[in-house]
């Protein structure tokens, strides 16, 4: 079935500091694909999308990039802040049925 | 935006009671809403997706006795999870979504089961 790998955590870093979180995906079709994110205490919040091949979803200076020879969606920042500090879950929804298939999530931590 | 609201945040309970968690769509209309569930370090497991008015569907290995789902409106839905045991401690999260147009996350239900 599909699935969705990302890179473990936590991954910690100082402010303005660059950023690459990998994600890879598997699927059958030609899922969409996403970034959540989740603060401390909040639900999960979308950062991010694309929903076909080459496709650059951006947020809040956070860009990732839909490679379909590659599977992968890496999320990036150039300089990040403490605000940025949650948990970053790559994830891809196969139209077919609205369902959401989540990688296992990845906590950043940024030190002021 | 796509708001959506669970309750409560936070369950302790004995084992053997039954424990049920909402989840509400506060600004807009929730043709589906899926249930997940999280262990530590580990994904989100969608546990089953729910269509207004009509039974649930569960993924393979979740338990639709143990873990009741109800969908009576297009702004709620209720996870009962039943005679709880302590391996059914866990942190579960709903999602509600307008044909996939809209779609939001609660912010988590942490269950403790003594």
């Known amino acids: 079935g599909d699935s969705v790998t990302q890179m473990e955590g936590p991954v910690t870093l100082s402010e303005e500091a660059c950023l690459t979180i990998n994600c890879t995906y598997t699927a059958t079709g030609y899922p969409s694909l996403f970034w959540y994110v989740q603060y401390p205490g909040e639900g999960l919040q979308l950062l991010l999308k694309a929903t076909k091949a080459d496709d650059k979803g951006s947020n809040k200076g956070f860009e990732a990039t839909y490679r379909k020879e590659t599977t992968s969606f890496h999320l990036e920042k150039g300089s990040v802040q403490v605000s940025d500090s949650a948990v970053y879950f790559c994830a891809l929804s196969d139209s077919r049925d609205d369902k959401i298939i989540f990688g296992k999530g990845t906590r950043l931590h940024i030190l002021p | 935006g796509a708001v959506v609201s669970q309750h409560p945040s936070w369950v302790i309970c004995k084992s053997g009671t039954s424990v049920k968690i909402e989840c509400r769509s506060l600004d807009f209309q929730a043709t589906t809403m899926f249930w997940y569930r999280q262990f530590p370090k580990q994904s989100l497991m969608l546990m089953a997706t729910?269509?207004?008015?009509?039974?649930?569907?569960?993924e393979q290995g979740v338990e639709k006795d143990k873990f009741l789902i109800n969908h009576a409106s297009l702004t709620l839905s209720t996870l009962t999870v039943t005679s709880a045991h302590p391996e059914d401690s866990s942190f579960y999260i709903c999602?509600?979504?307008?044909?996939?147009?809209?779609?939001?996350f609660g912010a988590g239900t942490r269950l403790s089961v003594l």
């Open positions: 729910s269509n207004e008015g009509s039974k649930a569907t569960y």
């Open positions: 999602s509600a979504s307008q044909r996939g147009d809209r779609r939001g």
